[in-house]
């Protein structure tokens, strides 16, 4: 069997993956907790406040629904531009081949540590903080089948 794919990878999908991260953590029940907290003190003191204060409540009930995933995306944008332009991936029994700006690398299944599936992706981990990401639209309706096959090969 063999699956070969050319990795198409937006900032919306680093996004993704960072504010996945971000609000299966600890900070995002701090974020969620704080945006709460601050709708409150804004309900509560709107009226008594003036325009420094009202502006200062207005940032606060915007800073992690709005301002944060904003940064977070400008942040993706200039991380895509730190990645190489277009990258080949082959899978086949022999391991994962690499190509990329006229570059070669090949991959034994045994050095590849993860396959992590998620809703609009499959990540193929070569090592413990690097690895590929397959989006559904490159994917398409092998994404299942190509996981299990990912998952066939990294378990042997």
């Known amino acids: 069997m063999e ?3 050319i990795s ?8 993704f993956i960072a504010m996945i991260r971000t609000y ?7 974020n969620v907790v704080f945006t709460v907290a601050m709708i409150m003190l804004s309900i509560r003191f709107w ?5 420094f204060i009202r502006a200062l ?17 400008l942040r993706s944008i200039k991380q895509l531009e730190t990645l190489p332009g277009r990258v080949e ?13 006229g570059k070669q690398e090949d991959i034994k299944w045994n ?4 396959a992590i599936k998620q809703s609009n992706m499959i990540i193929v981990m070569s090592d413990k903080s690097h690895g590929y990401m397959l989006t559904n639209r490159i994917l398409g309706d092998e994404k299942d089948e190509f996981y299990d096959f990912l ?6």
Not at 8 to 15: A, F, Q, S, T
Not at 111 to 114: E, F, S, Y
Not at 151 to 156: A, P, Q, T, V
């Open 8 to 15: 198409d990878v937006k900032p919306k999908d680093l996004w």
């Open 151 to 156: 998952c066939k090969k990294i378990r042997n």
């Open 111 to 114: 050095k590849i540590v993860n």
């Open 89 to 101: 991936l082959l899978f086949d029994d022999n391991g994962v081949h690499v190509s990329s700006d």
């Open 24 to 30: 299966r953590s600890l900070a995002g029940v701090v």
């Open 57 to 73: 409540l207005m940032f606060g009930c915007m800073l992690f629904p709005i301002i944060q995933p904003f940064l977070v995306y």
């Open 47 to 51: 009226g008594t406040s003036g325009p």
């Open 3 to 5: 699956y070969r794919y």
